[in-house]
């Protein structure tokens, strides 16, 4: 009898099987609402917790919710929610592991509050605001003792006592004197205050019924300071700047500073010919920091190195000069955490002979770790995703990190760093939803462009994919121009196959993660043969024999949006296009971008000085060739991409030819719409998309147009 149960369980688990992936959906756009996002993750001091930045959707309201959890390193327990708040970020652990500090804006007669830091014990009880500062603080940053958090805040001393009597007129009336005035992401106008930059504030963290005291202003002056960090003896506050008026007119150069705990004058300790980010110092003096050099002439492209210099007086000196790949380098997508995000940086072993880094190479970004001594790297994590965020605890010898790919969101991850080759997964917010969804990892191709280069792209078919049906084809363009798609979660690209598109991305020269001459080779020559390697990649699709060659379509953001726009001027195989956050008018853009082109990295001169250089890679010039019908899509408060130097344009350009064409405005929205944006606008413009490819390259009308 029981040689008859075998077979029966054999057929029984197949037919379980086979109806759990029936039963699976297509994503949706409006899946959006449901996604959980894990962001900045801080490992506890001695290894045993890591506290994290969970954001979910609140679809009534339209807006993101964000909240502090714990899960300890092991995976014994299931994480668990340690703030109650709404807009909780930046948790940062106390020295001694007892409490952690964070930042909190709340509601006050239904409007956010700017936000506040807080202080909570770890051991139970309430969180306490310990700064209310007008305009707000943020990034809080401990000091080695435990005694003082070092943060940033906007606010003038004067203004933290209350003015009494009657209130003076305040001119709203704006005198500028700087060609870059208006930044993106600053809510509204867009407009930068000169007389408010960011400053080092601290204050000494109050015993639990004392009240908040000894807060100081640390830094001064016109330039803002950012990326602060303290001193391993506490002694000095260090922090990176670009101490230069209108630094926009000469190549990129930072330094990192140090100023006293307690004030006074801030001195530069660290240069080099060009620019500085994230850093990390050393128990013994020295400091280990991501830096690009400017070169000579400039170059559109630089790719990031890893140094490390001994202080005090020490000379800089460039780990990974032969490594001919991206330093902290990351992948463009549309999934990075809303909030709570927080910058990578390397991190120093305990016997200060290694360091931690994330390396962006060829669609994939993974952990390495480098030799101090003679620069030899070797990998800590492997494989197709990106690791996107990450910290180690204070040897480095447990590392948390959040992991992407192609079909998971993203979720938090434990490594030894001895034997870290089977991370463990801390966290399964997303297992639920993305169970239930039919998604297909993308296919890896390889491909060679007109001159022999190799290009790397993806191909991502549709959940019921059938190799003897003609399905349309759909180009994704990344923007940057210096940024790389790879292997990591976009919802779009999923969509759009699961709308029954084929969706082709590939990294054209320019990108990053393919070495300095692949990513600087579109220097003045933008756009340019960046086109033809787009046009092989389409060819090398098509060539595979399930591509429909009458509907094919292109979009792409930001730089994307400029190929987009130049493609449809280049060729009439593309059907439908969309372009997204673009850039028409180079001239224009020259004069309204919220960063200048004054240094020479795309053009030799300025607009006036060589029109026709200008004219002649703008895709408006050649307007009247366009036939491809053609959206865009627009953020109003966009200030990288100016509106009017982009869709603007051509919109007005394209009605006047009486040509199928639409522009989609998103009020409220910067350049950071398809990331960042409201939830809602988020899934309109995925619509928007979708909707105008359906339109001509489906012949569905899933959204009406005029």
Known sequence: MKRHLIPFAIVFTALATFLSAVEKRAITEKDLFKFVWVADPQIAPDGSQVVFVRVNVNEKADQYESSLWVVKADGSDAPRQLTGGTRDTSPRWSPDGRRLAFTRSIDKDGHAQPAQIYVMPMNGGEARAITDIPRGASGPEWSPDGRTIAFSATAKP?????????????????????????????????????DRPAQIWTIAVPAPDATPSSLKRITAGEFPTGNYRWSTDGSQILFVADRRRESYYYPSDSDIYAVPKDGGEAKAIVS?????????????????????????????????????????????RNLTATYDFDMNGGLGGDQRSPRGGSPAGPIWSRDGRSLLIKVGEQGDTNLKRVDVASGRIESVTTGHHEVMSYTADAGASTIAFVRSTPTVLGDLYVADAASPAAPKQLTKFNDDLFGQLAMNEPEEIWYTSFDGKKIQGWILKPPSFDPSTKYPL???????????????????????????????????????????EFGNIIQFNYPGDDYKDLMAGVDEVVKKGYIDETRIGVTGGSGGGLLTNWVVTQTTRFKAAVSQRDISDWANFWY???????????????????????????????????????????????YRTPPGAGGEDLFRALKYLKRPTV?????????????????WHRV???????????????????????
């Open 272 to 316: 080099i010919d060009g620019s500085i980010g994230a850093y990390a110092a050393s128990p013994d003096g020295r400091i280990a920091f991501i830096g690009m050099i400017a070169g000579t002439p400039e170059r559109s492209f630089t790719q990031p190195d890893l140094w490390v210099v001994d202080l005090p007086g020490g000379t800089p």
């Open 474 to 516: 759909i180009l994704e363009i990344h923007g940057g121009p210096h940024s790389a798609y790879g292997n990591t979660f976009t919802h779009e690209f999923q969509w759009m196959a699961a709308k029954g598109y084929v969706v082709l991305y590939t990294n054209p020269r320019g990108s990053s993660n393919y070495g300095q």
């Open 592 to 638: 309204t971008a919220d960063f200048t082109l004054f240094t020479p990295t795309w053009f030799h001169k300025a607009p006036f000085e060589d029109p026709a250089e200008f004219a002649k890679r703008s895709p408006i010039t050649y307007a009247d060739k366009i036939q491809t019908p053609l959206m865009f899509i627009l953020g109003d408060e966009d």
């Open 684 to 706: 309109e413009r995925l619509q928007h998309i979708v909707g105008w490819f359906d339109k001509y390259l489906m012949g569905k009308a899933t959204v009406t147009y005029p």
């Open 663 to 679: 522009m989609v405005r998103f009020p409220g929205e910067n350049h950071e719409l398809s990331r960042s944006g409201k939830p």
């Open 158 to 194: 004067d203004e933290l006592t209350p003015k009494t009597g009657e209130k003076p007129h305040e001119s709203d009336v704006r005198v500028i004197a700087d060609a870059v005035y208006r930044a993106n992401g600053i809510s509204g106008s867009g407009f930068v205050d000169r």
